[in-house]
């Protein structure tokens, strides 16, 4: 039987800051259709803000509209669809913002990052199986964000969405395995596959940044260098285990970094998407060292780059989409890590709002001021 919920719209892109103003999303009533096969009734319990999401907001990462957004979250199983018994009613389960099919040739290759009916699914603003789920009151279709449109008090989603995992973990927390630590970790484990005493540099304190520095202290590595054009970010991050910290504003930043290591990092992690901060990401980098990002910066965005410097140093430039996870594997193991106390994601956690704060929320993450902020519902 199809029910109502309230959720967060977004009509279309483009807003004008400040967005506490412009109020880009809108609070609405949507009808949710129940679950079909394979699919699943989620109640969200908390979604995190994420800058993937102010990447549709603002336009550079265009979408479907109207569209529910949110694809960092997590909930409680309140029913299953037709073909579906390994989850219960009960079951506290995490979202992954690629849903995986298992068949395509990808999958098949241990790459549901790249899974092929996921990243159609979730380009068109519909569920894995097809089809939308959410209408206004007008009876107009609403699109999916990510086969997941947390920003809302339940969703319909495919099976191959969620996670399930220890119910013991607050939601506010488990929440954050489902973006930021699954994309910020894995970059460093999966995607540059980090070993003991690398140095690394991590460009970009948000809450990706500081996962992937958590995940860099957690693997070993030997010395790492923090930088972003926030103070107050590059101090938490010495807080939080970083041993160097430079302005990325800086005309000599590059050089900074070089002088630090006696010549670049082994690894370096950009998750800006500005793409100025890739190429300081690259530059920074070591000879036969490895460059990786996760940043998203608009489609025609592109970067300055030597054929001859990448091929005469044996450099490697690496994309990180998921984090290279495989979700049903690594959202527990890192969940695992996180109540054995080594990796203490409930430090990246700095505000907890209602639903109808979430444009004051993407405003504070537009600005900089947060790290990590989360919808709780109640």
Known sequence: MSIKIKAAVLHSMGSERPYDQSKPLVIEELTLAPPREGEVLVRIRAAGLCHSDLSVIDGNRPRQMPMVLGHEAAGEVVELGPGISD???GDHVVFS???VCGHCMPCMTARPALCENGV?????????GGGIRL???G???VHHHMGVSAFAEYTVTSRKSVVRVDRTLPFEIAALFGCAVMTGVGAVVNTAKLSMGQTVLITGMGGIGFSALLGA???GAGRIIVADVNAEKLALAKQLGADEAVDASRADAVQQVHDITGGGVDIGLDFTGVVPALEFTYQATARGGKTVTAGLPHPSRMMQLSPTKLVAEERMLLGSYLGGC???RDIPAYIALHQAGRLPVDKLLTHTLGLHEINE???RLAKGEAIRQVITFS
């Open 87 to 89: 989850l219960a009613v």
């Open 217 to 219: 202290l957690a693997s």
């Open 326 to 328: 495989i979700p049903a």
């Open 120 to 128: 159609k699914a979730n380009n068109g603003g519909v569920l894995l």
């Open 135 to 137: 209408q206004d009151r």
């Open 97 to 99: 913002f690629v849903p």
């Open 361 to 363: 929320g993407f405003e």
């Open 139 to 141: 009876q107009h279709a």
